[in-house]
Nanobody, 119 residues
């Protein structure tokens, strides 16, 4: 059974920083890509950033230059370093992984972690 567990959310003032973590566990043979999505109040879930097994990173335009995605392959963990946070970054942040496990290929989601940017 593959699980994604996020941590690191919380309340931060505008201009502040947070780092989110997402650890994948289970009988994982290969992690193809990991990504972060978010869903703000009254909004649809949207893409934030992704990193594939070769290291290529992609970002939503709204977070370019402020957020950095990174990955520790040995720990099957992805991080999202968020800086210069704005109130509009307030959302539940979800980790996503595309991987191959003992059950075959699959697309998995974490439970989400709340990020609130407010003074």
């Amino acid at each position: 059974q593959v699980q994604l567990v996020e941590s690191g959310g919380g309340l931060v003032q505008p201009g502040g920083s947070l780092r989110l973590s997402c650890a994948a566990s289970g009988s994982i043979f290969r992690l193809h890509s990991m990504a972060w999505y978010r869903q703000g109040p009254g909004k649809q879930r949207e893409f934030v950033a992704s990193i594939i097994s070769g290291g290529t990173r992609n970002y939503a335009d709204s977070v370019k230059g402020r957020f950095t995605i990174s990955r520790d392959n040995a720990k099957n963990t992805v991080y999202l370093q968020m800086t210069s946070l704005k109130p509009e970054d307030t959302a539940v942040y979800y980790c996503n992984a595309v991987l191959t496990s003992g059950s075959g290929p699959g697309n998995y989601w974490g439970q989400g972690t709340q990020v609130t940017v407010s003074s």
